[in-house]
């Protein structure tokens, strides 16, 4: 498995090309922000200091959780060309056993998501810092660290299992570029949720890993916002949160760090679980 795993990771970083297109859709929503989207919605909070940073650090929480996913999308662009070449027919005539098979790719996906994810994370802070912020302490660092790994876990189980009905790297190409696209709406970045139908905002709401993205907000901006809003009523601050999609809100109930933790991990088993099934049922 780990042989397995070894090879598709070098096999994605060798392919630059791979490196590049899952992190389009992460190119795409910063240029988008630094050409007219931060300076839009900034102007909304006029009168306010330190709505810059404020934003940046919303930007960038929303940047992470996107490259957990758009990364772990091309790490498996392994799997759907060795089935297209038949490589796959030789791994399963070779004396491995498939859950090793199975395991080997998804570990890689994951650990290419991880580290492009990390990667995202200390430019972000980077960038957060240009923009007059400041570095997270280490504490929130731990969580953040934690949040990705959980985010990336859960859309490694949630991709292998649509992955594995490909058969074709057209396929493949087609639903990572429809999913670059639409990776910015569904996680709330390209327009705040608050902004967007109920319809949509409900559907946002329960795709896991906009989830990832709240979390990530919640960590990236709790200081921000209690130095923008410091001397502003809490019913605004609430409202604000609720459209920039600091958290979410079902109805009258308020989501909590723990449900969005809980929504991951059971996105993470339960695709895993599925995953597993079609993996064998394929193989008969």
């Not at 989207?37 to 306010?48: I, P, R, T, V």
């Not at 060309?81 to 070779?94: L, T, V």
């Not at 969580?143 to 985010?151: F, W």
């Not at 990336?152 to 396929?171: D, H």
Request: net charge neutral; glycine share 10%; with cysteine.
């Amino acid at each position: 498995m780990l042989n397995i795993a070894n090879r598709n990771i070098k096999l994605f970083f060798r392919e630059k090309g791979n490196v590049f297109f899952s992190l389009l859709g992460v190119f795409i929503i910063i240029g988008l922000y630094l050409l007219f989207l931060g300076e839009a919605w900034g102007s909304g909070f006029d009168g306010l200091e330190g709505v810059k940073p404020m934003m940046a650090a919303w930007i960038m929480a929303g940047v992470v959780a996107v490259t957990s996913i758009t990364t772990t999308m091309g790490a498996f662009g392994t799997m759907v060309e060795d089935k297209s070449n038949k490589i796959m027919k030789d791994f399963n005539a070779a004396p491995i056993k498939r859950y090793q098979i199975v395991g080997g790719y998804m570990l890689s996906a994951y650990v290419v998501g991880l580290i492009m994810s990390m990667v995202a994370f200390i430019l972000g802070q980077l960038y957060i810092v240009y923009a007059g912020g400041a570095f997270l302490d280490f504490v929130t660092t731990l969580k953040v660290l934690g949040t990705i790994a959980l985010s990336v876990l859960a859309s490694t189980s949630l991709l292998f299992f649509l992955v594995s009905f490909f058969q074709s790297n057209g396929a493949f190409g087609t639903a990572s570029t429809v999913l670059g696209s639409l990776i910015g709406f569904l996680t709330g970045i390209y327009m705040p949720i608050g902004q967007l139908p109920e319809t949509v905002q409900w559907i946002i709401k329960f795709f896991p890993v906009s989830h990832s993205a709240v979390m990530l907000r919640q960590l990236f901006m709790e200081v921000p916002i209690q130095e923008v809003f410091k001397d502003v009523p809490v019913e605004y601050v609430e409202e604000v949160k609720n459209t920039l999609g600091v958290q979410f809100q079902y109805g009258d109930y308020t989501a909590s760090y723990s449900l969005h933790l809980a929504v991951l991990a059971c996105t993470a088993v339960l695709f895993f679980i599925l995953s597993v099934l079609n993996a064998s049922r394929t193989s008969k």
